[in-house]
């Protein structure tokens, strides 16, 4: 006789293991039907929960968290009130140093089911696992997430914050966010209260129309300094001005305003074309001892204290003590450019984006560096143009996705005799340094550090050297 599956609903009682690299907690179950492998969200390892069952898939199932029956020593109340219903954080019931056990497990697991047999080192943690990001990107939609618990008939056609869980099309209007510097609050609320008062229409995601679009802040731990970045779907001076002028009244901290506008359907902050409405254009940070000029297109680490920690691994283990050539792939503004440029003979860095290419050049000339030189463009046709490629150290710091096939390849012929791997997301890069291995390249040590507590994200710096 055919037993029966679970199905939606069924309550489990579940032996949580371990939490995944989308901050689930994941373990397993017994049901009539066999042993069952269930994920499900706000749970911990070691603890023993009853959830009832979302969906299966095979022997894997998405349930629901019912009830803590053996609750986790490092479980801790939530400090945010949009947890549950917001997108992001999703770590914010575990103790910090819970996360930092937790991340440092995840980047084991990715190493290991690439293949790759190195130790991982501890996790390099904060001193501050709140307020602790210096950027925040913000979206307007006309599709606002009710949030349980809200009274009855709230406004429905505006809303300003951050995606729901799983909510790509809702926003759910944020009051407050934990991990923001605090003046973020005040401007967050300032812009949603004077776009109502001034009915200007956020966009619309299914039908393409709507004037707000994104809200991004960037504030400098160094000078304070607050850059507003608003996308618009049109340059629309008659709206944009009035608004604009409001809020800088409302906030003199915002030293600078620019205003990017994006006419197109793709939800991206960066816009087609740049004004910049008020101030310089871009604020000043200081990390690695250097001053840094960040523009709104250009990225820049979102911690910065925890970058200082980066940029000092980043150092070590590249290693450089003044006669080498650096190659520095994936460079942005000259994060690691210029602190290694201290070090080395010269370092080359190469950027996809042109105004980080400018930032990175200006980085370079305001702080008195001159052996560096830069080429902007994408790295793969970089490589196809500059032929071979002699370097003593390669420093890559690709986004999310890793590397290009190509750009792996092409890599594992350089002649180099280090390469420094630094990741935000190590899946990613164990999958590339997996296919760097029939080259002769090994991973010697992998350092994470990190950057994004209260989230199951993780920044690791891989060290890989040529296998004698
Ligand atoms: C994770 S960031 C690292 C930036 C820099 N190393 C830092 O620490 O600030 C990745 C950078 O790669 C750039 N990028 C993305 N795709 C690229 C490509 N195909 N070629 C060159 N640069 C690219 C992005 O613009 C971004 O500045």
Known sequence: MQLRKPKWGDRLEVEV????????GVGRAQHEAG????????????????ASVLRRRGERIDARLEEVLRRSERRVEAPCAHYGACGGCSLQELDYGGQLAVKRELVERALRSA?????VEPVIGGA????????????????????????E????????????????????????????????????????????????PAWDLAKHEGLL??????????????????????????????????????????????QAINSRGATVAMGERELVLHGSGSIRERLAGLWYRVSAASFFQTNTAQAERLVDVTLEEARVT????????????????????????????????????????RNAEENGIANVSFSSGDVLAWFASAGAISCDVAVVD????????????????????????????????????????????????????DLFPQTPHVECVLTLERAT
């Open 17 to 24: 293991e371990r939490v995944d690299e989308r901050g689930l």
């Open 35 to 50: 042993e069952f492998r269930v994920a499900l969200r706000r749970t911990l390892p070691g603890e023993r929960v009853a």
């Open 115 to 119: 293949g790759i047999g190195v130790e």
């Open 128 to 151: 501050s696992p709140l307020r602790y990001r210096n950027k925040m990107d913000f979206t307007f939609g006309n599709r606002r997430w009710v949030e349980p618990g809200e009274a």
């Open 153 to 200: 008939g709230v406004q429905r056609d505006f809303a300003l914050g951050l995606h729901p869980r799983d909510q790509f099309r809702k926003v759910l209007d944020v009051e407050a966010c934990e991990i923001q510097p605090q003046p973020f609050d005040a401007i967050l609320s300032s812009a949603r209260r004077v776009a109502l008062e001034q009915r200007l």
């Open 213 to 258: 679009r994104h809200l991004v802040l960037r504030r400098s731990v160094a000078t304070g300094e607050i850059l507003m970045q608003l996308t618009t779907s049109s340059e629309a001076p008659e709206l944009v001005g009035p608004y604009v002028r409001a809020l800088l009244a409302a906030h003199p901290e915002i030293t600078t305003l620019v």
């Open 322 to 361: 003044g006669s080498e050539r650096v190659l520095d792939l994936y460079c942005g503004a000259g994060t690691l450019t210029l602190p290694l440029a201290r070090r080395a003979a010269h370092v080359h860095g190469v950027e996809l984006i042109e105004a980080a290419v400018a930032d990175a050049r």
């Open 398 to 449: 690709p986004p999310r996705a890793g590397l290009h096939p190509k750009v792996v390849e092409l890599l594992a012929g350089i002649s180099a005799r280090r390469i420094v791997y630094v990741s935000c997301h190590v899946a990613s890069a164990a999958r590339d340094i997996a296919a760097l291995a029939p080259a002769g390249w090994r991973a010697v040590r992998a350092r994470p550090v």
